[in-house]
């Protein structure tokens, strides 16, 4: 189906969403951290980047930024236990960022979201579920 890149510094946790996101058809790619990442999009562009944003020494809030200062941020979806409204309005300001999911997540719930995200050529408006998605508002890309 999608080239899916996890960015996630706790194995356990990449390991398990990346075992169910490949049961499910993905191609996946874990990354522990932004260089990592960094060097994962340098090989192949994902169609979609998963990513964390506190991973110990790095911050997405920082990292995220300098990727699309870069011109190499992929479409991403921000998975994450650390949101404050701070962030989601930081985060909002990269078009590349196409949505957040907080963490604890339903696994069947992320699927759904990523399909969603994979099949849809704009952005829509934002909405925030009682499951936690939180769709950032963007404009409709050009066909």
């Known amino acids: 189906m ?28 874990t990354a522990k951290s932004f260089v990592e990442a960094r060097a994962e999009i340098a090989r192949a562009r994902p169609d979609l980047m998963l990513s964390d944003l506190d991973l110990g020494d790095e911050h997405g809030l920082v990292e995220l930024p300098r990727l699309a200062a870069s011109g ?16 989601q309005l930081e985060l909002e300001r990269l078009p590349q960022v196409v949505g957040v999911l907080a963490k604890p997540f339903d696994l069947d719930v992320l699927v759904a979201r990523i399909t969603e995200l994979l099949a849809r050529p704009s952005r829509a408006a934002s909405v925030v579920g009682d499951d936690g998605w939180i769709e950032l508002a963007r404009e409709t890309e050009p066909a």
């Open 2 to 29: 999608a080239d899916l890149l996890l960015v996630d510094n706790d194995a356990r946790i990449a390991d398990l969403v990346a075992f169910f996101l490949r049961r499910s058809g993905h191609s996946v790619r």
């Open 72 to 87: 190499i941020l992929p479409p991403t979806l921000v998975v994450s236990g650390f949101l404050d409204r701070r962030a």
